[in-house]
């Protein structure tokens, strides 16, 4: 962590490392709201500390400076990379195959944000037919909860033995369902209609089908591509550090 102390060590250290003035190496070494490029060790074996902030390696001055310290400094290999993170070069985590591409410099909290239509393959009509399903957002999107339900019904229908009901079972999920559906099994919900979920009207069913034609099933609502990024961005976003910190 930055000493409170640093900006008073560092360009004397810093001086003794470039050859330059004290006064110029204070001038390299003020905080301005940069980003600092961290600890390395000087050509002497002594700690050099948060020799360059990053805002000045582009500049006239600075960059022949900045260029003197990787070459000045023992582990100079090791400055690059910590800049680069500090900055968010050198990075390559994307999700640029989920997202249109005026998205893809987003961080995943502002993907969550984002409208429906954000997510690639979805035209920008669909943001006003995800309205009358009150979905705004690509978070409103991951938490809803036909999706939600669609998604469980899939993932147990897999390990469901058909004809196999223990006697005595009280096993259900009918305020999931249409009352004329309780008696069915995981395997036979699958197949029916989106609508055959408790709440989700005819005509929402109808919405949904206008978004994707291809959503006609609770297995097909269950295996939603759309809902499925839009889940996993959510969840990576409540993993995100926006600063690029590790912690």
């Known amino acids: 962590e930055q000493d409170a102390a640093m900006p008073t060590l560092v360009p004397l ?12 190496a204070a001038a390299l070494s003020r905080p301005s709201g940069s ?13 050099t500390l948060a020799i360059v902030p990053r805002i000045y390696a582009g500049t006239r001055i600075g960059a022949p400076l900045w260029e003197a310290v990787l070459r000045r400094t023992q582990l100079a290999g090791r400055v690059r990379p910590i800049v680069a993170a500090a900055d968010g070069d050198g990075l390559t985590m994307n999700v640029n195959g989920a997202v249109d591409k005026a998205w893809e410099e987003k961080s995943f909290s502002e993907l969550v944000e984002a409208p429906p239509s954000a997510l690639q393959g979805l035209a920008d009509r669909t943001d006003a037919l995800f309205a009358e399903l009150k979905i705004r957002s690509v978070g409103d999107l991951a938490k809803w909860q036909y999706y939600a339900w669609a998604r469980a019904i899939v993932t ?21 369902l249409d009352k004329e559906h309780e008696n069915k099994s995981l395997s036979e919900v699958l197949a029916l209609s989106p609508e055959a979920l408790q709440g989700l009207s005819e005509k929402s069913a109808s919405v949904l089908a206008e978004i994707d034609p291809r959503v006609t099933s609770i297995e097909r609502l269950g295996t939603w591509k759309y809902a499925a990024w839009a889940e996993a961005i959510a969840t990576c976003a409540r993993l995100e550090n926006t600063n690029l910190s590790s912690r």
């Open 13 to 24: 250290r810093l001086a003794t490392v470039l050859g330059v003035g004290v006064r110029a």
């Open 35 to 47: 980003i600092y490029s961290g600890a390395v060790r000087g050509a002497r074996g002594l700690p």
């Open 156 to 176: 147990l229908a897999e390990r469901e033995a058909v004809g196999e009901r223990a006697p005595g079972s009280v096993l259900n999920i009918n305020k999931a």
